[in-house]
């Protein structure tokens, strides 16, 4: 119960319901704040304490200086948390393993349970083992509980052992589309009292739900159980961008490309750390999906959320999605009532601003590797081509390989830049018609018992994904593509057999309204059958390539690419076998299956011939706005939602009839290679030791930059012969079994031994060594050796750990594990250019500290090649209580000689001096538990 300093509590008569509020206008100067802040304000005025929470942070919010920089520190406590399965499979060991740390520490075991609502949706472990076939879905679901049948026990047991914890079954759904259509409350009800709905969520595309008003975002794991047992959020008061939006979008232009777009101007303009809140006329211009996939992409931008305010689209998309008359009334009442009300007239005062012009943005992908790298479709095949050599063996273009015709039939000769035939039969490439280079070629016959013989050359589209919450929630982009596979299938065209089709809705009520729109039999005529839903292609679960295409790409090093409709697309991440990763709509992925190469310029080369053999062209195929429109209004009801949802939490016969443990705490199996007992707490005191210093550290890595979490723990396939897959195999684990790291995130040892374990990882410490691989100088000249075998011989040795890095270090998702790996290798200081926000939190929260060089410098500029012994001073003075700014760093050559530097602690508010004084925020928090 609040203190109410301010007089703030009051009254809200909706209709016939009467709600506890606390009035923003108790407290004068919050009428003309940003919306985002306007809940942040609610939220401190619902939770005054005195002590946490006082009058003097609600002020600070309430006389906000848009201009300053972020400086006061203020306590956010979330409505509720959400998670997805791969993050929260280790919560939820994390809580099991808590209750028992309490009992030994002679707390009550029962005081480890949430106290908001906490929801998880089970979405990121369906992979697309099958495809292009009637029966993809139930048999990927079927292979799915195959392999994760112990995790799966594993949370029905966690959703009866704790209190207000709810878990959504498999095959129901993409964690952040359930959310909005189902979960999100915009305005919550909880013991006779309204106010905001904010969550914070255990991935970092939380902030789709940004796109109803909700205020929330991604945070790591831990910072989320930490969130779910009552510790409020520690952050400063945050810079707030005013984004302006004017005008319409243009027939032809998806909201993909809008997204894109919008992702490069934030990422030109830096926001990280900032709030980004979405204004003007143009507001009421934006659908709610096309809403909720800006707020989706916040991560990609770097900021820490994407929020439109509430307005009338609001309620309109409540409404749709199936929401009772009573909540629809309260969410208007109660917006309209705290000033939180949409009002387009009305300029709040932002730190900076930003506009767009819709009319203005053209059809985007973007690629090869990361979000904010975006090209115009126009350019699309020169930039292919540019960046193609950056992922090729070079001399290839010189080839020449004895082939038949069949080349010919793959790379058209009326494509200007393709493949020519001398009389002999050679092959080499044209010069393209643009003036560009001619791209690298090494085209290999390839043959399939379903397609028969085919040529894949660099640049082919092995996997063509329509998948991940970004677009699968947006209707608009949905019915696009459906209507253009119509169009395409109706001229005769066809997807190219090598290409690796995907269709993952984000919930049933997708495959309602195909149906209703008739639109399934154009879309399975060209490969894209349902194979699940869930986050496949996006998080790394695309499953194998067939067999051919897999050895001719690995065996000919072929660089083939990948189009997907999803966030991310950084290296690795899609496929082992695909190099070069693009993010696309879900009409431009169809596009690309039927081109099947990123070689491809769709204005002037023709996808193929209709039957009456005239060139067919992507304008000929592309449907008109009031086409998509009409679909969605004839094809989309309240029922299909409600229908969906009415018993999410329920499950299938396969969810049903899992065999579930009983009890209050969790009976370990010692033979379990998916869920094992937490090591965080082992030899956890009341009080915690005191910090200290860090000397004759050596370096685990020294990376670049833009490594992301990806890079660090990575989530996808597990390869042969790594330490993961040894500890599998030693445990009786078939390779065929081995799953995805992303799975066994609930086994320490599997993730351990993943960490920095990316296929594309690059580690200054070797040269041109791609993987998990570092220098152990534990042994005579400092041999190349895995990462985890390097580091159990160093920690046997007693010898601490650094990382180096660049900029943007720990961009992406929010993993929890990227620091909890980090730690449990023995790293005990990341030291980077700069830091990604969620991932610079999740150090501190598992006891590690990041340091920042100094401005200007790097390790390239100091000299550092990793072979330095690192000793670092001054972090003693937390002891006292003081965080210390800079703490001096040294490095010792191999010669004597020294190095050194002050670097910048990024222990950024007292709450994270906290975290790290008591070597991880679950340890603090555990403390906490036994104090009270």
Avoid at 209 to 215: A, D, I, K, Q, T
Avoid at 222 to 242: F, N, T
Avoid at 863 to 891: C, R
Wanted: net charge negative; proline share 5%; charged share 20%.
């Amino acid at each position: 119960m609040s203190i109410n300093s301010f007089g703030a509590r009051g009254t809200l008569e909706v209709g016939e319901n009467s709600y506890e509020i606390y009035r923003l206008n108790a407290v004068p100067g919050t009428e003309k704040l940003p919306y985002a802040l306007k809940v942040l304000a609610e939220n401190l005025l619902r939770t005054e304490d005195g002590a946490n929470i006082t009058t003097e942070h609600i002020n600070a919010l309430a006389n906000w200086d848009p201009s300053a920089d972020p400086s006061i520190e203020i306590q956010f406590t979330p409505a509720r948390v959400l998670m997805q399965d791969f993050t929260g499979v280790p919560c939820v060991v994390d809580l099991a393993t808590m209750r028992e740390a309490i009992t030994a520490l002679g707390g009550d075991p029962n005081k480890v349970n949430p106290l908001s609502p906490a929801e998880m949706v089970i979405d990121h472990s369906v992979i697309l083992d099958v495809f292009g076939t009637a029966n993809a879905f139930e048999k990927n679901v079927e292979l799915e509980y195959q392999r994760n049948g112990e995790r799966y026990q594993f949370l029905r047991w966690g959703q009866g052992a704790f209190d207000d914890f709810k878990v959504v079954p498999p095959g129901t759904g993409i964690v952040h589309q359930v959310n909005i259509e189902y979960l999100a409350r915009s305005i919550m009800v909880r013991d006779g009292k309204a106010y905001p709905d904010t969550c914070v969520g255990t991935d970092s595309h939380t902030t789709m739900e940004n796109g109803l008003g909700v205020l929330g975002w991604g945070v790591g794991g831990i910072e989320a159980e930490a969130a779910m047992l009552g510790q409020p959020v520690s952050m400063l008061i945050p810079r707030v961008v005013g984004f302006k939006l004017t005008g319409e979008i243009k027939p032809g232009v998806t909201a993909t490309d809008v997204v894109l777009t919008v992702t490069d101007m934030l990422r030109q303009h830096g926001v990280v750390g900032k709030f980004v809140e979405f204004y003007g006329k143009g507001v009421a211009e934006v659908p709610l999906a096309n809403r909720a996939t800006l707020g989706n992409m916040s991560p990609e931008f770097g900021s820490t959320c994407a929020i439109f305010p509430i307005d009338e689209e609001t309620i309109n998309y409540l409404r749709l999605t199936g929401r009772d008359d009573e909540q629809l009334a309260l969410v208007e009442a109660y917006a309209k009532e705290q000033g939180m009300w949409h009002d387009a007239d009305r300029e709040p005062a932002y730190s900076e601003y930003l506009e767009l012009d819709l009319g203005s943005v053209v059809p985007s992908i973007a690629g090869p590797k990361r979000p904010q790298d975006r090209i115009l479709l126009s350019e699309s095949k020169i930039a292919f081509r540019k960046d193609i050599h950056n992922y090729v063996e070079e001399g290839n273009t010189a080839e020449h390989t004895q082939l038949d015709e069949a080349v010919e039939e793959s790379f058209p000769a009326s494509d200007p830049a393709a493949l020519s035939f001398a009389d002999d039969g050679a092959v080499d490439v044209r010069s393209a018609a643009n003036g560009a280079e001619g791209r690298p070629s090494k085209p290999i016959k390839v043959t399939t018992a379903e397609h028969g013989e085919f040529i894949l050359d660099h640049g082919a589209v092995a996997v063509a994904g329509i998948t991940s919450c970004t677009n699968t929630s947006n209707p608009s982009v949905m019915i696009g593509a459906g209507l253009l596979a119509r169009n395409a299938v109706d001229k005769g065209l066809t997807s190219k057999p090598w290409v690796k089709t995907n269709m993952a809705p984000g919930s049933q009520v997708v495959t309602d309204y195909y149906e209703k729109a008739g639109l399934w039999p154009y879309l399975e005529k060209l490969g894209f059958y349902l194979g699940g839903y869930g986050c496949t292609t996006c998080i790394g679960n695309t499953g194998p390539l067939p067999e051919e295409i897999s050895a001719a790409v690995n065996d000919n090093d072929l660089s083939v690419t990948a189009v997907l409709s999803g966030n991310r697309n950084f290296e690795g991440r899609i496929s082992p076998d695909v190099k070069m990763n693009y993010l696309a709509s879900p009409p431009l992925v169809i596009a690309y299956a039927l081109a099947g190469t990123m070689d491809f310029d769709f204005e002037s080369q023709a996808l193929g011939q209709d039957t009456d053999g005239n060139d067919v062209f992507l304008k000929d195929i592309w449907p008109s706005a009031q086409e998509i429109d009409d679909t969605i209004k004839n094809a989309i009801s309240q029922d299909m939602f409600r229908n969906s949802y009415r018993d999410v939490f329920a499950g299938d016969e396969r969810w049903q009839g899992l065999s579930t443990p009983e009890g209050d705490t969790f009976e370990w199996d010692d033979k379990s290679t998916y869920v094992r007992k937490a090591p965080y707490f082992d030899g956890m005191t009341i009080d915690p030791e005191p910090v200290a210093d860090i000397a004759g550290a050596r370096v685990l890595a020294l990376l670049g930059d833009s490594v992301t979490t990806d890079h660090i723990s990575p989530a996808g396939p597990i390869k042969p012969g790594t330490p993961a897959a040894q500890y599998l195999d030693a445990n009786g684990v078939a390779r065929k079994d081995y799953n995805s790291l992303g799975s066994r995130r609930g086994n320490h040892e599997v993730m351990i031994r993943g960490t920095f374990a990316n296929i594309r990882l690059q580690n200054q410490l070797l040269d041109g060594v791609s993987g998990g691989y570092t220098r152990d100088f534990t042994q005579e000249g400092g041999p190349q050796s895995f990462i985890y075998d390097a580091s159990v011989n160093y920690k046997e040795a007693g010898i601490p750990l650094v990382v180096l890095g660049g900029k943007e270090y720990g961009s992406g998702s929010s993993r929890d594990w990227a620091a909890k790996g980090t730690v449990l290798l023995g790293v005990k200081a990341v030291i980077t250019e700069s830091f990604e926000r969620i991932h610079r939190s999740n150090l501190i929260g598992m006891g590690v500290v990041p340091l920042q060089f100094p401005a200007g410098e790097s390790a390239k500029t100091l000299g550092l090649d990793g072979t330095e012994v690192f000793d670092i001073e001054g972090i003693t003075a937390l002891n006292e209580g003081v965080t210390p700014k800079t703490l001096k760093v040294t490095a010792t050559r191999e010669n004597g000689e020294k190095v050194e530097f002050d670097a910048v602690v990024r222990i950024d508010t007292p709450g994270e001096a906290d975290y790290y004084r008591n070597g991880g925020i679950l340890q603090y928090v555990l403390r906490n538990m036994i104090k009270s």
